[in-house]
């Protein structure tokens, strides 16, 4: 697919409707049902230096995009970059675009001096697993994660 646009997001008007396109299509695709943010705290994430949403369009219609943190390292004064969603409408997966999205990631991270790049798979998503195997992202590191949610 060759009329693919990437574009970072900013706290502009309009680029905050288009974050909000970008969560519906997570929505889909990730198939949850999360309420949408007001404007207001969408506005203070697109301001926070530490967070970047990237988009993907075709015809100026958002297709797809991604989102990641920029984390500070102990022994380094670059930063890292962690995609923690990544997103495509169904009708356009397998088109490039999510390779699109990671081929920018790679120039923006050289462009800002970031240090590296990182994103999480689930092991049971073996479409996503497949998908970065295949990516921008060569390396693969085996890891367990542990959480838990504070109420």
Same mark, same amino acid.
């Given at each position: 697919?060759?009329?693919? =646009?990437?574009?970072?997001?900013?706290?502009?008007?309009?680029?905050?409707?288009?974050?909000?396109?970008?969560? =519906?299509?997570?929505?889909?695709?990730?198939?949850?049902?999360?309420?949408?943010?007001?404007?207001?705290?969408?506005?203070?994430?697109?301001?926070?230096? =530490?967070?970047?949403?990237?988009?993907?369009?075709?015809?100026?219609?958002?297709?797809?995009?991604?989102?990641?943190?920029?984390?500070?390292?102990?022994? #380094?004064?670059?930063?890292?970059?962690?995609?923690?969603?990544?997103?495509?409408?169904?009708?356009?997966?397998?088109?490039?675009?999510?390779?699109?999205?990671?081929?920018?990631?790679?120039?923006?991270?050289?462009?800002?001096?970031?240090?590296?790049?990182?994103? =999480?798979?689930?092991?049971?998503?073996?479409?996503?697993? #497949?998908?970065?195997?295949?990516?921008?992202?060569?390396?693969?590191?085996?890891?367990?994660?542990?959480?838990?949610?504070?109420?």
């Amino acid at each position: 697919m060759k009329n693919i =646009q990437i574009q970072v997001l900013s706290p502009e008007d309009v680029d905050i409707q288009l974050l909000v396109r970008l969560l =519906q299509i997570y929505n889909e695709v990730f198939e949850h049902n999360y309420p949408i943010p007001q404007r207001e705290y969408l506005s203070l994430l697109l301001n926070n230096a =530490q967070y970047l949403a990237i988009v993907a369009k075709v015809d100026n219609v958002v297709i797809g995009g991604l989102t990641a943190h920029l984390l500070p390292q102990s022994f #380094s004064t670059k930063r890292l970059m962690y995609i923690y969603d990544l997103g495509v409408m169904p009708e356009f997966q397998r088109r490039g675009v999510g390779s699109k999205l990671l081929t920018f990631v790679r120039e923006y991270c050289k462009k800002h001096d970031i240090d590296g790049v990182f994103v =999480q798979a689930d092991v049971q998503d073996v479409e996503a697993v #497949s998908f970065y195997r295949t990516s921008a992202l060569k390396d693969e590191l085996e890891a367990i994660q542990f959480s838990c949610n504070i109420e």
